[in-house]
């Protein structure tokens, strides 16, 4: 495997993807809209390829060449007006399809811890209906289903930074956040390794609790945390899911991982307290 296309390359865990493999001395290709976004990593790029998996018009020639399809593309934050069928199935379906016309031999994508168990939320059901099409596809595959980011948790800092931490439910549930950089080493394995499904979280396992406290102690303030009970966040969610779907499911993917214990096999050495450190 020495030829790999990156797809979501200018997002938060493309970026380390690409670092990391070009650092292992692969030739990486980065597919994107906005090729302009690639500036900071252009030293880990070999060709950048303009292009939208939703535009399957600008995908013909992105896989010529290419042994390995990495994509953790996906529409968590964007606001295109697109849905995550769009974008998480529809648009990694239309590259697999480019990947199989090309003869490319690995496909590994990024679903989320526990997809199979939470088709009941839209975000996750299609990573999880982009998964069924891949293991049909007969293409060699791995899916990884990681914990969630430190680019998420970034924003505990943020919220104690202006004073007060919100967090959903009780603060008790645990989790083991993944820095991009480990997760991306996790990824580059997968694309040289056999094992097709692949849990993994960070190093530390906490509870929300602790990490908002650790937020406050980074910033030497007194800790503020407001918990909003796991009873008054579904009707929230119902009501705004009425005036947009999209946000709505949002806030129901976020309510299930704080209420629940999203902890997978850990792995990599970043710690939250750097991550805070470092501001
Ligand atoms: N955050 C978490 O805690 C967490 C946990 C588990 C799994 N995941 C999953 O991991 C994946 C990667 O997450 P991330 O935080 O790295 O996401 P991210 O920073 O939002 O990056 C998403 C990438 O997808 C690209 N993209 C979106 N729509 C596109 C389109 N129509 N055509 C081409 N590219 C498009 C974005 O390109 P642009 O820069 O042009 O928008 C960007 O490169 C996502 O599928 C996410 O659901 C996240």
Not at 41 to 54: C, G, H, N, P, Y
Not at 98 to 107: D, M, N, P, T
Not at 145 to 165: N, Q
Not at 231 to 258: I, N
Request: glycine share 10%; with cysteine.
């Amino acid at each position: 495997m020495k030829r790999v296309l990156v797809a979501g390359a200018t997002g938060y865990l493309g970026g380390f993807v690409a670092r990391e493999l070009a650092a292992r001395g692969y030739f990486v290709r980065a597919l994107a809209r906005s090729p302009e976004k690639l500036d900071p990593l252009r030293d880990s790029l070999d060709e950048i390829v303009e292009a939208e998996v939703t535009g399957p018009e600008t995908l013909e020639r992105v896989c010529d060449g290419i042994d390995a399809v990495f994509s953790s593309v996906g529409i968590t934050r964007q606001k295109d007006g697109l849905t995550f069928r769009d974008v998480d199935c529809q648009g990694n379906k239309n590259l697999l399809d480019v990947a199989l016309r090309a003869g490319v031999e690995k496909f590994v994508y990024v679903s989320a811890l526990g997809g199979p168990k939470l088709r009941h939320l839209d975000i996750v059901d299609a990573h999880e209906a982009f998964v069924d099409e891949l293991k049909a596809s007969g293409i060699g595959y791995a899916v990884l289903r990681p914990t969630g980011y430190f680019s998420d948790m970034g924003e505990l800092l943020s919220m104690a930074r202006k004073g007060r931490v919100w967090l959903i439910g009780s603060g008790e549930n645990r989790v083991n956040p993944i820095h991009g950089a480990d997760l991306a080493v996790a990824c580059a394995d997968a694309i040289e390794g056999e094992a097709t499904e692949i849990e993994v979280g960070g190093p530390e396992t906490m509870t929300w609790n602790d990490a908002a406290a650790l937020a406050f102690e980074v910033l030497g303030r007194p800790a503020r945390i407001t918990r909003v009970p796991e009873w008054l966040m579904w009707p929230m969610v119902r009501l705004v899911r009425l005036f947009d779907r999209h946000q709505g499911e949002l806030l129901a993917f976020f309510t299930t991982m704080a209420t629940t214990d999203v902890v997978a096999p850990s792995t990599g050495t970043h710690t939250l307290e750097a991550l805070f450190d470092r501001g």
